[in-house]
Each structure stands twice: as C-alpha cells, then as structure tokens.
C-alpha cells in the first residue's frame, strides 16, 4: 500500500506535473505540495477530495495512503517533546489502570513540566490522542457518504487506521477511566453519522423506535470492533473483514449452532 508521499510523488511523476504545476491545479500554494512530500504536513480534507477529482483516483484509495502515512506509535507534526510525552502517558495507562498525574508522565518521559505547556492536565493529553484518531475516522467517513452499505465503508476505510493504532487502541479500550471516556465519545460521535446516513432510508416498520435501533446498531458494531482490537494478536484487516461483515450482518443468535 501506497503512503500518502509516495502517491502524490506519482501522481505528479505519472502526468510529468512540477511540484509548482502541481499546486496550480489544486489551487494552493507551491510550498503546501512541498510540505506533503516532505510530511510537514498533510492536503486539506476538500483538496483531498480535489485529487480524487482531478487525477481520477477513488477517494478510498486516497484515504487508505493517508492513514498508511500515519505511524501507530508516533503523532506526526508534534514536536519530539510531545510525542514522548504521549507515549508515556499511554506507557503509564499500560503499566497501571490508574489515571497517572501530569508530573508522572512528564517524569515517566524524562520531561520538566514547563518545557511543553501546550498539555496543561492530563485530560488534554488524552484528548489530544483520541481527536487525532477520530479525525482520522470521521474524516474518512464523512467523505464517502454516497454509499449503499456503511459497513463495507467501515470494512475498507476504518479498519486499516484503527489497525494502525492498534497498540494504543487496545489500552484505550482495556482500560477502565480510558475505556469510559473512550466508549462514550465514539457512541456520541457514531450515533450522530449512523442517523444521518440511516435517516435516508425508510426502512421496514417496526415496534422498535428508530433511535433505539440506531443506538443498538452503533454499540454492536463498537463491541465488534473493541473485541477484534483487544485480541492478543489481532487478525490483519484484510483478514477481518469478512468476519466484520458477517458479524455486523448476522443477528447473534444465529451466530451459535443450537
């Protein structure tokens, strides 16, 4: 798979473009497409949908070499203090399920506390992890909403970021103060994208109110997606998806032999 880097230097390399020639046609500055080839930073979400557009690349294929771009144990475009400082506040969630201090993770990355006063409590540090991922996610998923079955969006697109993540993920959802606050703001954030794309559909008439099958459908699909992360040794996400589909799909009495 493609990083991001290596997929806009071919595009530029396949339609002889100057990095100059380049940002012309995606309206922004020579120094920006210089930026991305040097990873200094990353396209926009609407310039990224304007490559699609423009080079005839489906957007998923885009979105998969932007998430291949991003290490799982390393933030991109935070300073090295940061970065150490997130490794050893998620170091000390692994070592202990109790919330550590702020001075105990910046001794635990060998760090005075007033060298990066960007992180003022210990909840930006956390928040600061998990926004980075769901950026990632929400990004993805809000750029593909033409689609018939959000579960193979969910299949080819989010599983590989989380994959990515899967070191810090999986303490993320092991862990009791982090899975708390974790489950709750990805049930908040995926309720909200699961009414708009199922409120385009009427759907069979049932008993059961729509948002209370909203609500269910979001949980199970957040229960599948914990359990597979948390395994010992996960399964690739080539390997999951097919059991992702069918789990999703499959009511879970029919998942048992009686």
Do not use: C
Request: aromatic share 10%.
């Amino acid at each position: 798979m493609q990083s991001l880097v290596e997929l806009l230097k071919h595009i530029r390399k396949h339609h002889h473009l100057t990095q100059s020639q380049l940002a012309e046609q995606l309206f922004v500055s020579h120094q920006a497409v210089s930026n991305w080839e040097l990873e200094k930073s990353q396209p926009s979400l609407p310039t990224l949908q304007l490559i699609s557009d423009t080079f005839a690349i489906p957007i998923t294929e885009i979105i998969k070499a932007t998430s291949e771009s991003t290490n799982t144990n390393d933030f991109k475009f935070l300073s090295p203090e940061k970065n150490r400082i997130i490794k050893a506040y998620v170091s000390l969630l692994a070592k202990n399920d109790n919330q550590p201090t702020l001075l105990e993770v910046y001794l635990e990355a060998g760090l005075d506390e007033l060298s990066v006063p960007e992180f003022a409590s210990i909840t930006d540090i956390f928040d600061h992890i998990t926004s980075q991922i769901d950026n990632e996610i929400l990004t993805t998923m809000t750029i593909t909403d033409n689609i018939s079955d959000p579960f193979e969006l969910i299949a080819d697109t989010v599983l590989p970021i989380l994959y990515q993540h899967n070191t810090t993920l999986k303490i993320l959802y092991m862990g009791t103060y982090a899975h708390g606050k974790w489950i709750k703001f990805l049930e908040y954030e995926y309720t909200k994208w699961a009414t708009q794309f199922l409120n385009s559909f009427q759907g069979q008439t049932t008993s059961v109110p729509r948002s209370f099958l909203i609500e269910l459908i979001v949980k199970w699909t957040l229960s599948i997606v914990s359990t597979w992360l948390t395994q010992p040794l996960p399964d690739s996400p080539a390997q999951f998806k097919p059991i992702f589909l069918k789990l999703t799909k499959t009511a879970p009495h029919d998942l048992f032999v009686l």
